[in-house]
């Protein structure tokens, strides 16, 4: 098998059995298995795939690149990479999102910081990290990489709304009304001021940190 089919077939179980876990076949293996077995299966089967990407990623021959990758170009995506991890930190603390018992309580509260600028930040910060990435390594294969990550972070946000609607009711339909999908919608459409969005402390530093070291 040539190299570049082999990291697009890993890619695609990657994706397909994270999504297919994720949302249309997870009560039923959960409600068999129990939640705690489910996610010891789920578990192994993220972490083989996972693999399975890398060694066919390590596998590829030389590419020569798609584009000239010039120092605008690197600058670019050296503050792209800034403000993923800016949304990064920042969703780390009072995410309705994550899977935690406050995450109701989070809700409730009054969108601020990355929560302004999109209800998901740490998938955004995903997607945004891996363009970053595709636009100063520009191969076809660093592409298929990125490409990947790009569509598990923004396909699997959307399925986690429809997911955190089912679980958390109207606790999450609120936060879904008052926040947006796309970075700054809100803000753009007249709908929540900009100031809003001024990261905190803890998303601001801890992402200028991630990014120099990232980065270093």
């Not at 409600?31 to 066919?56: D, K, N, P």
């Not at 010039?70 to 899977?99: E, H, K, Q, T, Y």
Request: aromatic share 10%; hydrophobic share 55%; charged share 10%.
């Amino acid at each position: 098998m040539q190299p570049m089919s082999l990291l697009i077939i890993t890619c695609a179980l990657f994706v397909g059995s994270h999504l297919a876990l994720s949302h249309p076949l997870r009560d039923g293996l959960a409600g068999r298995m129990g939640e705690r077995g489910f996610q010891i299966a789920y578990s192994i089967v993220a972490i083989a795939t996972l693999i399975m990407v890398v060694q066919a990623w390590r596998g590829m021959p030389p590419e020569p690149p798609l584009w000239v990758v010039d120092d605008p170009l690197w600058l670019l995506a050296s503050l792209i990479v800034l403000f993923a991890s800016i949304l990064f930190m920042g969703s780390l603390i009072g995410n309705p999102a994550l899977p935690a018992p406050g995450a109701a309580k989070a809700a409730e509260a009054a969108p601020r910081g990355v929560f302004a600028i999109t209800r998901h930040p740490m998938m955004w910060g995903f997607a945004l990290w891996a363009i970053a990435h595709a636009l100063v390594m520009p191969t076809g294969a660093q592409i298929v990489l990125s490409g990947t990550i790009i569509f598990l972070a923004l396909v699997g946000s959307a399925g986690q709304d429809a997911k955190k609607a089912r679980l958390m009711g109207d606790a999450w339909r609120h936060w879904a009304a008052r926040t947006s999908f796309m970075p700054f919608a809100r803000q753009v459409g007249g709908g929540a001021p900009w100031a809003d969005t001024i990261p905190r402390p803890h998303a601001l530093f801890g992402g200028i940190l991630l990014w120099f070291v990232a980065t270093w």
